[in-house]
């Protein structure tokens, strides 16, 4: 069934004022009627989040990726520029405002993503409120992003944070100036000043390892936190407003996660942001945690899940209907010394084939061909497996940037096949014969 609707926002870049639409088309398609009768329903979906801008001609709009441009109303010139993102997408995983391990000069490949995930612990420190709003043209351009829709969580889901150092009001962002504790006000007016196009909720994110009891409290501190930044985003002024997405919480604990979830979709936010994965549960109880908290949520809103860690993960969350999330994954790869070799959609593969390899393995020491034949990143066209296992024999930090490439790219082009699977009614064959063909939680990493 096709379902489309409109969600309605307003938003501003700073300096210049703007407009902003976003726009979600759904598009659910059937998968084949085998994969159906062998998994729960498939709710894979492709949707489309259109970001509008409108600033005054003459001044330098806040996006630069341009899908539309044209005169406003006869009163005010204006310039008019759309951002579309098509889910499911990865998010671009920054840290500290750059993209791990990648250089200048491979920085235009990584751009190509549309969308630009940030941290708090990553920008409040420095650059932080003062310095954005000295500089005036908003966080994008600040870390070199012009035209990409930003996305900042309270939490890094490439580094599970300390326990027990939130409060009843306030969240702890770790810097290299150690910890600072930031209220929701705060909070909310970093983004105004930085122009973010879409902010998580604070969340209270604990571990699995904590009891129940504790994971209880976080829930209930999560939910004020929520109702307490809808509040300061209702209170801006409407051409300064990014869209909030709900943090979900709940640890391990399945029930509580469905608790959360279904008190979240009550405050109606504008998206939904699945925290605290993978922080110390076991990797079987993942795709249940997610069902028990998509199956709450309204179709008509974009979901994001943070701190799935494996390619197989993904499509069980794409199949339980997740729509975007982050790619701390590719640059964990490299600093484990791994390359991603996986393949989706294809149906004849070599015998043997991995998720990754392993460039550590003196196996490689003579192996003179590409880290995965037909690619076409910069790694596999200039450099050979030899040539990077060397690399990281010698603990030279060229080893980590090439396969940092390497995977952002497979992963880049993982989430390209995932859509055009959906389009053409075919992910559901294609996830079966994924789950066939591989494991779906890589043991390198477990």
């Not at 998580?200 to 829930?219: E, F």
């Not at 209930?220 to 300061?232: G, I, N, Q, S, Y």
């Not at 504008?270 to 109880?285: C, H, N, T």
């Not at 043997?352 to 880290?371: C, H, K, T, V, Y």
Request: glycine share 8%.
């Amino acid at each position: 069934r096709a379902v489309s609707f409109k969600l309605r926002s307003n938003k501003m870049a700073v300096p210049w004022a703007v407009e902003r639409l976003a726009a979600f088309e759904v598009l659910q398609r059937s998968s084949a009627a085998a994969a159906e009768a062998a998994a729960p329903a498939n709710r894979a979906r492709v949707t489309r989040l259109a970001v509008t801008r409108r600033g005054a001609l003459g001044q330098r709009p806040g996006v630069g990726h341009v899908a539309a441009a044209t005169a406003g109303a006869a009163t005010t010139a204006t310039t008019t520029e759309t951002s579309v993102l098509t889910t499911p997408c990865m998010l671009l995983y920054t840290h500290r405002g750059a993209v791990p391990h990648i250089t200048g000069s491979l920085l235009p490949s990584a751009q190509e993503a549309p969308a630009v995930h940030v941290t708090l612990s990553g920008i409040w420190q420095h650059p932080g409120v003062k310095v954005l709003t000295a500089y005036g043209q908003g966080l994008q351009r600040f870390l070199h992003f012009p035209g990409r829709i930003t996305y900042c969580s309270v939490n890094d889901p490439a580094d599970m944070p300390p326990d027990g150092f939130n409060g009843e009001t306030y969240v702890s962002a770790w810097g290299y100036a150690g910890r600072s504790k930031v209220t929701v006000a705060e909070y909310m007016e970093l983004h105004r000043v930085g122009g973010t196009d879409i902010v998580s909720s604070m969340a209270d994110v604990r571990s699995a390892h904590n009891t129940l009891k504790k994971h209880r409290t976080a829930c209930a501190r999560t939910l004020k936190f929520l109702d307490e930044c809808k509040a300061a985003q209702q209170a801006q002024p409407e051409r300064s407003r990014p869209l909030l997405f709900g943090s979900i919480v709940g640890g391990a604990f399945p029930e509580l996660r469905q608790h959360c979830a279904q008190e979240v979709a009550k405050r109606n936010p504008d998206g939904y942001v699945i925290e605290g994965l993978r922080f110390g549960e076991s990797p079987a109880l993942l795709p249940e945690l997610i069902e028990a908290v998509v199956s709450q949520l309204p179709e008509d809103k974009p979901r994001v899940a943070q701190g799935v860690t494996s390619p197989g993960e993904i499509l069980q969350a794409i199949h339980a209907g997740v729509d975007m999330f982050d790619s701390a994954l590719p640059f964990k790869y490299a600093d484990q010394g791994l390359a991603l070799t996986f393949t989706y959609g294809m149906e004849e593969q070599p015998a043997g084939a991995q998720l990754s390899i392993n460039l550590w393995d003196m196996a490689f020491r003579e192996s003179f061909e590409p880290l995965v034949a037909g690619c076409q990143c910069f790694a596999c066209k200039h450099h050979h497996r030899a040539y990077v296992h060397h690399l990281l024999s010698v603990h030279e930090m060229l080893g980590p940037v090439l396969l940092a490439s390497h995977n952002l790219h497979q992963f880049m082009l993982f989430f390209e096949q995932i859509r055009e699977s959906i389009k053409q009614g075919e992910f559901g064959t294609h996830f079966e014969q994924f789950r066939k063909r591989y494991e779906l939680i890589d043991p390198w990493l477990c």
